[in-house]
């Protein structure tokens, strides 16, 4: 079974791109895996599979990634990037 997950990169003033990831989603994988991507190289990569601290392993073709206003997260696990560091959202920071 997959644990998805979003990617939230904002990409202007009220828009956030959302990122899509199929697999190990959860926490404990993604935010040492996304550690070594910047924000313009997950958004490049537009649908993931899974992302792993070597490569972003990316659906051929990609789904162009969800714009929203804000961070919203729809799956299990939402990530933004936050002055260089990757971290998880949680449902009370949405402001849903």
Do not use: N
């Amino acid at each position: 079974m997959s644990t998805r997950a979003q990617i939230a990169i904002q990409t202007g003033p009220e828009e956030c791109a959302h990122i899509y990831c199929h697999y190990d989603g959860y926490p404990a994988h993604m935010l040492p895996a996304l550690a070594r991507w910047t924000p313009e190289e997950v958004l490049a990569a537009k649908e993931i599979r899974k992302v792993r601290e070597d490569e972003l392993d990316c659906f051929d073709p990609p789904r162009e990634p969800r714009v929203l206003p804000r961070p919203t997260r729809e799956l299990c696990h939402l990530y933004v990037s936050l002055v260089g560091i990757w971290v998880e959202v949680s449902s009370d920071a949405e402001g849903s």
